[in-house]
């Protein structure tokens, strides 16, 4: 047990060192050190914007609003991500491996992506006088909903009311994100037509909080290493969890299989042909040392 809170310690104190540190590469700026004297989310922040400030203190309010929104996503029962978690612990690989392959899966954009999904939609709009014709491009399915709908809620996300809370404190601090007023208007609309309210599709917890990172100033493409530092510590309670079940055994779905039954053999010149499509891209690199 003490071996596995080890890693455990190890992996949460060095997540937010490694995704601050990525960030001042992206920016060009030294490293910062965490400081003991500073708490989590607050450290993350100190590492992310000190430059040469000799006792830099990230705004209280900041951290106040960055804690809430990394409490709401550290855990949400099996996901994608989470269920990976435990698909990969299963075949006994060391956790290092594990926590590595549910961060890949929170990187698809169909999971870590989708509050950048839902900032994308709402600049797309770029109007609240454009929602109305938005609204019906979903209905018809010319466009995409973003932010709206879960596989689990099947009314308004209890996470997003909260997210939507602290929006005003956050606006006092970094100023009013203009987007903040689309999504808004968006929600109201979505929610006053009985197409969307007939699906049960209310807004989710991605809705408000990719507008509260954006006003914060984080880089859309940064959003899912923001998702990936809270949920880390539901990876690792599932993965402990995990392993002190003792009926434990290594995963493996069953598959229903829908093709041929029985089959006699045809030799490989009496097959029937099909055409494939197997060619991929050349680039001008490719053709250049083609051509020599």
Not at 159 to 181: C, N, Q, Y
Not at 189 to 194: F, G, K, P, R
Not at 228 to 246: C, M, N, Q, S, V
Not at 268 to 281: A, G
Request: charge should be positive; aromatic fraction near 12%; include cysteine.
């Amino acid at each position: 047990i003490k071996i596995r809170n080890k890693q455990i310690h190890r992996i949460l104190g060095n997540v937010p060192t490694i995704a601050a540190n990525s960030y001042r590469h992206r920016i060009g700026r030294n490293y910062n050190a965490p400081q003991n004297d500073l708490g989590y989310v607050e450290n993350f922040l100190y590492m992310l914007d000190r430059l040469s400030e000799p006792k830099y203190k990230p705004h209280p309010k900041l951290v106040k609003a960055l804690d809430v929104l990394f409490i709401l996503h550290a855990e949400h029962e099996l996901n994608c991500s989470t269920a990976a978690v435990r698909h990969l612990a299963s075949s006994g690989v060391d956790v290092y491996t594990t926590i590595a392959g549910a961060a890949a899966a929170l990187y698809g954009p169909k999971h870590g992506g989708a509050n950048e999904a839902v900032i994308r939609m709402l600049e797309s709009i770029g109007d609240k006088k454009n929602i109305p014709q938005f609204l019906e491009d979903v209905k018809n399915r010319k466009k995409l909903l973003m932010g709206f709908g879960h596989r689990v809620y099947k009314n308004y996300d209890p996470r997003a009311k909260i997210i939507k809370k602290i929006t005003s404190e956050v606006f006092e601090v970094v100023g009013k994100e203009p987007l903040i007023e689309i999504a808004i208007e968006l929600e109201r609309a979505a929610l006053s037509d009985e197409y969307f309210v007939k699906r049960k599709l209310y807004p989710n917890v991605d809705f408000y909080s990719g507008v509260i990172y954006k006003a914060m100033g984080f880089p859309t493409d940064y959003f899912p290493v923001l998702f990936t530092i809270p949920r880390t510590a539901g990876w690792l309670a599932h993965w402990l969890e995990f392993l002190d079940d003792g009926e434990q055994k290594i995963v493996r779905p069953r598959q229903n299989y829908k093709g041929y039954g029985k089959r006699d053999y045809v030799f490989m010149d009496e097959r029937k042909q099909y055409q494939f499509f197997l060619e991929s891209t050349i680039t001008s690199k490719q053709r250049r040392r083609m051509a020599a």
